[in-house]
């Protein structure tokens, strides 16, 4: 169960799953499919990815090359994240609407999340939603390749654990602090904390969500150690699996406005870890495992990346051609027919025409690095 750098099938299926949940529930199924779990999936899969990859580099360097990393990450996103802000852009400026400096910048360098929190979004146009708004999740995401690596280097030695934990319980206390102080007659209510409304405030904020991500950091350290019959059980038992089901079905069941702010995110990120440790490592579930590893679902976990962003510029331009403003419930029959082949079209396009010309390069450069190391 040792961390190594090697390519793990499962987690593109997972990868697929996600993006599969996500794109359901914006298009008109967001009452019955939880979107907002096929984020923090996203989140926690990135998370067990990243720490992996680090753990492997510091077992065969000594180190983790800084410079490197982040590279890596600017080479691996910005390509498709440049098409997606011109493709917006140019939507926006045939509708005769300014993206503006301050929207660009945000998209550019990873604020969205923040900037949909303090302000927002508007076209002026009720049939035509701003597509930048997706990228807060993406924001939430770079905040964490930014900050982490530093972090796992810091406390490799010792105190990784009781860090990460106390991250994970201070997480949860914060969104407990903006869910009840926020409130009206709260006592932060009002103040700039809490952002333009409080429940956006929780789900969008980095300092609110980072704790999906540290689940799936704290797998791949455990996978890493030596082994111990709690990890073991942990990582390898069905049980474990059967133990995530059960909170991801009861965080989506109970309703209460403020467990789903603040404790729905802990036992949706706690679930993940649960669940992802048997998934990938216990015997009993290798029926699973091969279902995962279905071509069709693989294609989609590699394109997961793209079909995120183009799915919801397809959503955008579909709103705009059918005269509709976005819901949660079904959309006339020419909205899908728009939004499906549009979203098809796009995200084909950017993968097999940037993102796979980037990676093949990318593996070129990385490749040259392990020679040189080696």
């Given at each position: 169960?040792?961390?190594?750098?090697?390519?793990?099938?499962?987690?593109?299926?997972?990868?697929?799953?996600?993006?599969?949940?996500?794109?359901?529930?914006?298009?008109?199924?967001?009452?019955?499919?939880?979107?907002?779990?096929?984020?923090?999936?996203?989140?926690?899969?990135?998370?067990?990815?990243?720490?992996?990859?680090?753990?492997?580099?510091?077992?065969?360097?000594?180190?983790?090359?800084?410079?490197?990393?982040?590279l890596r990450r600017a080479v691996r996103l910005y390509?498709?994240?440049?098409?997606?802000?011109?493709?917006?852009?140019?939507?926006?400026?045939?509708?005769?609407?300014?993206?503006?400096?301050?929207?660009?910048?945000?998209?550019?360098?990873?604020?969205?999340?923040?900037?949909?929190?303090?302000?927002?979004?508007?076209?002026?146009?009720?049939?035509?939603?701003?597509?930048?708004?997706?990228?807060?999740?993406?924001?939430?995401?770079?905040?964490?390749?930014?900050?982490?690596?530093?972090?796992?280097?810091?406390?490799?030695?010792?105190?990784?654990?009781?860090?990460?934990?106390?991250?994970?319980?201070?997480?949860?206390?914060?969104?407990?602090?903006?869910?009840?102080?926020?409130?009206?007659?709260?006592?932060?209510?009002?103040?700039?904390?809490?952002?333009?409304?409080?429940?956006?405030?929780?789900?969008?904020?980095?300092?609110?969500?980072?704790?999906?991500?540290?689940?799936?950091?704290?797998?791949?350290?455990?996978?890493?150690?030596?082994?111990?019959?709690?990890?073991?059980a942990l990582l390898r038992h069905p049980a474990a699996?059967?133990?995530?089901?059960?909170?991801?079905?009861?965080?989506?069941?109970?309703?209460?406005?403020?467990?789903?702010?603040?404790?729905?995110?802990?036992?949706?990120?706690?679930?993940?870890?649960?669940?992802?440790?048997?998934?990938?490592?216990?015997?009993?579930?290798?029926?699973?495992?091969?279902?995962?590893?279905?071509?069709?679902?693989?294609?989609?976990?590699?394109?997961?990346?793209?079909?995120?962003?183009?799915?919801?510029?397809?959503?955008?331009l579909a709103c705009l051609l059918t005269g509709q403003?976005?819901?949660?419930?079904?959309?006339?029959?020419?909205?899908?027919?728009?939004?499906?082949?549009?979203?098809?079209?796009?995200?084909?396009?950017?993968?097999?025409?940037?993102?796979?010309?980037?990676?093949?390069?990318?593996?070129?450069?990385?490749?040259?690095?392990?020679?040189?190391?080696?």
């Amino acid at each position: 169960m040792a961390a190594g750098p090697g390519y793990i099938p499962e987690l593109d299926g997972l990868r697929a799953l996600s993006i599969l949940i996500v794109i359901l529930s914006h298009a008109g199924l967001g009452r019955i499919v939880p979107g907002g779990f096929g984020v923090t999936l996203f989140f926690g899969i990135s998370g067990f990815i990243i720490t992996r990859l680090l753990l492997a580099e510091h077992k065969a360097r000594g180190r983790i090359d800084f410079a490197a990393f982040y590279l890596r990450r600017a080479v691996r996103l910005y390509p498709a994240l440049l098409v997606f802000v011109a493709l917006a852009s140019a939507a926006l400026l045939a509708m005769g609407v300014e993206p503006g400096s301050g929207p660009l910048a945000s998209a550019l360098l990873y604020f969205v999340n923040y900037w949909r929190i303090w302000t927002s979004y508007e076209t002026g146009i009720e049939t035509f939603p701003h597509p930048f708004g997706i990228l807060w999740s993406l924001a939430i995401e770079e905040h964490f390749y930014l900050l982490f690596p530093a972090l796992l280097w810091l406390t490799l030695r010792r105190g990784f654990l009781p860090l990460i934990l106390a991250l994970v319980a201070a997480s949860l206390a914060w969104r407990l602090v903006l869910a009840t102080g926020c409130a009206p007659g709260g006592s932060l209510s009002g103040g700039l904390a809490c952002g333009r409304d409080v429940a956006d405030r929780i789900y969008l904020g980095t300092d609110t969500r980072l704790d999906a991500m540290l689940y799936g950091c704290l797998l791949a350290w455990l996978a890493d150690r030596p082994p111990a019959r709690w990890t073991a059980a942990l990582l390898r038992h069905p049980a474990a699996a059967l133990a995530a089901l059960a909170l991801i079905l009861a965080s989506l069941l109970y309703r209460d406005a403020l467990f789903r702010d603040t404790w729905r995110y802990s036992l949706q990120s706690l679930a993940i870890l649960l669940g992802l440790g048997p998934l990938l490592f216990a015997p009993t579930l290798a029926r699973a495992r091969a279902a995962l590893r279905w071509a069709p679902l693989q294609l989609l976990g590699r394109m997961s990346y793209v079909l995120y962003l183009m799915h919801w510029l397809a959503i955008c331009l579909a709103c705009l051609l059918t005269g509709q403003t976005l819901r949660e419930t079904a959309y006339s029959p020419a909205w899908y027919a728009a939004a499906i082949p549009l979203t098809v079209a796009l995200s084909a396009a950017v993968y097999w025409g940037v993102e796979k010309p980037v990676a093949r390069w990318r593996h070129r450069m990385r490749a040259r690095q392990v020679v040189a190391v080696a």
